[in-house]
């Protein structure tokens, strides 16, 4: 095609082109809204894609999605372009379509784009997040103690999970790596809550995006144009940020060192750039600025789309060198100073009257200042600009839906996987350190169970000996009281009046043997009188007998007999012995004398 791309020519006939070696010097295309921005755009995207230069463009409005099919001589724009052709002396101007691929971060509007977590890394997601130091030390430590413990950081839950984590372990975090608080933590949720409202949920996960599926050719050799379905995407600036941020130091980290090359590898077109710096923190500013300045050494351009040029930070701005400016509309201070802040970017000539210019140019009219192959700027030149081959309108959802199921990337990004990464680790670990927890506390109740049960054993087993003690003593006083009882103690003197009536039984007998007959006739021959001692049997005591007492007795006198009687007692075991008088009752009609033991 050519060392560079065509852009117009000015009324004079000077063809302005743009240099492919001299692309990756970023650039600037502003201008109000219907000035014919959008359709430079379009033009300097198909002059890259025919030149085999990868792009890739956020479409806020949809009208870039036109680039996938061809113009057509029965749209309404047909005479306006064909005309603006023929007056810049484009006579290979034909219709045609370029290449595309549809992403979208929702999936909706084209295949997903997805990073994770970890490829964010702390530094970038702090500076999105707008942390202060601290806050950014704490999420570091997050991050080191993930990589440290295996646990992968994919999506938002993870990270979130993570930073629980860190909480739960905030004494012990600081002993290791420097203060870890619970409020800067807080914070760090709050602002990964705000993000989250914003659609992040869908930015973070896998499959994540591989960047060689932007770099590449079709068949014919044209280069690939990535268009990023933005609309809804426009209504999440911080997301928005995060997402061209994040892509751009991915490409910068990727991609190899080449200096300046014959063309560029990728260039970027951020449409309403505005949207990535309004209120963005400084830090974010300084990133994006740095990015930009560095990536174009790997051979990345970078152009911003916007209304006004004062939109762009200077710190950037000053990094633009190829500059397309459409009409400004100069009704307020603010219009009236970037009228004058945009003339002042250009480099003069002597022929155009740069602020007066800028608010007379006509719809498809820009003032141009594009690099040369010396690398220096040429002179700004009223131009005209080229018209698009490709179609200036959004494709249809039926010719969308066609092209990305037929497009080379296919299904690859379509189903997000849900691998286990640090959530499902750190539920895994609270659920077994709970199970450990109540199998203790379970224990530790079995325990005091039995511990409870041992000493309601022991007062039982007290109670029973006690309820035992108390029966015998019962049963003691029972027998005591028993023994106590008048019919006890006539039982007791029937038991010993037997033992006596016996005793003397025995001991006459025993008087008998001892002593014969002879001895009792005559006592009975002489009346009666008491004359000789009988020999008396002692006492039983304790089941011995005592030893034989003579006890001499007196009887009174029998009627018959006239003979005294007398009687032995039985005196107990031990006791000394002694002669007790004892006197027998009178007998009737018999004058014997009796005597007892």
Not at 138 to 153: Q, R, S
Not at 383 to 389: G, N
Not at 395 to 419: F, Q, S
């Amino acid at each position: 095609m050519g060392d560079g791309i065509f852009i117009g020519a000015s009324a004079d006939g000077t063809r302005q082109t743009l240099e492919l070696r001299r692309a990756n010097r970023h650039g600037l295309i502003a201008g109000a809204t219907g000035t014919g921005k959008t359709v430079t755009v379009q033009g300097i995207i198909e002059g890259f894609s025919a030149n085999g230069v990868p792009c890739f463009v956020a479409d806020v409005k949809g009208d870039l999605s036109g680039l996938a099919m061809a113009g057509s001589p029965t749209a309404k724009t047909h005479a306006i372009f064909a005309e603006r052709a023929r007056a810049i002396g484009d006579d290979g101007w034909a219709y045609a379509d370029t290449p595309v691929q549809f992403w979208d971060l929702f999936g909706e509007q084209g295949h997903p784009i997805r990073t994770t977590i970890s490829e964010m890394g702390p530094v970038l997601l702090a500076r999105l997040l707008d942390l202060n130091e601290v806050q950014e030390g704490v999420l570091t430590i997050a991050f080191h103690v993930a990589d440290t413990e295996g646990l992968l950081l994919i999506d938002l839950d993870d990270l979130q999970a993570m930073l629980s984590e860190c909480a739960g372990r905030a004494d012990e975090l600081t002993t290791t790596y420097g203060n870890v608080s619970k409020q800067s933590i807080g914070a760090i949720q709050r602002a990964l809550l705000q993000l989250r409202s914003q659609g992040a949920e869908h930015f973070f996960g896998e499959p994540a995006l591989e960047l060689r599926d932007f770099i590449g050719v079709d068949d014919r050799g044209r280069g690939l144009v990535n268009i990023l379905a933005a609309d809804k995407l426009m209504a999440s600036p911080k997301l928005y940020s995060t997402f061209l941020l994040w892509l751009m130091s991915e490409l910068f980290e990727q991609l190899p060192e080449i200096g300046d090359p014959d063309k560029p590898v990728l260039c970027f077109f951020f449409d309403e750039a505005h949207l990535l710096f309004d209120a963005a923190p400084k830090a974010l500013l300084d990133t994006i600025a740095q990015v930009v300045r560095l990536i174009r050494s790997k051979g990345v351009g970078v152009y911003f789309i916007t209304q006004n040029p004062i939109d762009i930070p200077e710190t950037i701005a000053g990094q633009l060198g190829n500059r397309v400016q459409h009409a400004l509309r100069a009704f307020t201070p603010r219009d009236q100073a970037a009228v004058r802040s945009a003339a002042e970017t250009f480099r003069a000539n002597p022929g155009v009257d740069v602020a007066t210019a800028i608010t007379e140019l006509k719809v498809g009219e820009a003032l141009v200042s594009l690099l040369q192959a010396d690398g220096s700027p040429t002179p700004v030149a009223r131009t005209l600009i080229k018209p698009p081959v490709s179609r200036v309108a959004p494709i249809t959802p039926a010719e969308r839906a066609v092209m990305i199921e037929t497009d080379a990337i296919g299904a690859k990004y379509d189903t997000l996987v849900d691998r286990e990464s640090a959530e499902e680790l750190l539920a895994a670990k609270t659920e077994a350190a709970s199970a450990a927890a109540a199998e203790a506390k379970a224990t530790t109740a079995a325990e005091k169970a039995a511990v409870a049960q041992a000493k309601l054993d022991a007062k039982a087993a007290r109670e029973a000996r006690a309820a035992e003690r108390e029966a015998e003593r019962v049963e003691r006083a029972a027998e005591r009281e028993a023994a106590d009882s008048p019919w006890a103690k006539m039982a007791s003197s029937a038991t010993r009046a037997a033992s006596s009536s016996i005793g003397r039984q025995v001991a006459n007998e025993i008087g008998k043997q001892v002593f014969g007959t002879s001895s009792r006739s005559r006592s009975r021959s002489r009346g009666g009188a008491s004359g000789g001692g009988l020999v008396g049997w002692g006492g039983w005591s304790n089941g011995a007998l005592s030893c034989i007492t003579a006890v001499p007795q007196l009887g009174p006198g029998l009627r018959r007999g006239g003979g005294g009687c007398g009687g032995w007692r039985v005196l107990p075991h031990g006791h000394p012995r002694r002669r007790v008088p004892r006197l027998g009752p009178r007998l009737r009609g018999d004058t014997r004398g009796s005597g007892g033991v």
